[in-house]
């Protein structure tokens, strides 16, 4: 799980990298990371095109480590080409990713859903705003995904 | 059209931002799921719903949400009032069902 993707090796000194801890459950906070990441995306001035398909993924994947992670961190690593998030948390990890990626499969508790959220829509919607989507998880370990978002 | 109409033509209650009613809605999104909304609202829409916590805000705010009308008659929590603040999402809220809410909106907007 720790093992860095050929990908890692294209990121320059040139790069924003901003990195969030988020805590499990904890609901009030939760949106905060992906916020930053946003206002960030406004200064640097990507089109508004990119920047909701960051938001949305970078909020899905944010609420996924809030909900089912204990905790994690939410990463972007920026640079005029493209937007890398990367969401690895240390929760009780997916048993079946295709299961995981079915619209309206949920594995969240009652109380969550009451509230809107575990619709089973967070990774397929982070898919339909991804270029690129990798999930690398370990049962009983936690998940690492990694998002990538090209800038044309 | 303008912000102020909608609450003007709902008899809507703003909670807060009234300084932001000027701001441009184009159209109208019902839903209760958040990653629904987030999915398929469009931008500068005004977003109708029965969930009164903060994280309905930090959704409004990521995808460009003109407003945020709760229906039925339900109040914001005070944290989502004070996250609206500072966010600047105007919430307001009726209470009319969000059929008949969508439906007086649906009238405005589609003109």
Redesign the interface.
Known sequence: MDKKGPKEQLTTSKDINLQYAIKGLD??A???A??NI?HTLQLIGFS?AII?KA??AA??AE?NIVIHGRQGFLKAVINPKRIELIAEDTGPGIHDIDLAMTEGYSTAPDYIRE???G?G??LP?IK?CADELTIDSSVGKGTILRIIINNY | MKLSEIVTELGAEVKCCAESLQREVKWCYCSDLLSDVMANAEKDSIWITLQTHPNTIAVASLINLSAILISRGASPDNETVEKAIRENIPVLTTNLPTFEAAGILYKMLSK
């Open positions: 609901l009030l939760a949106g905060e992906s916020s946003k508004p909701r938001a949305i909020y899905e609420m509230m809107g959220f619709a829509m967070g919607n339909n």
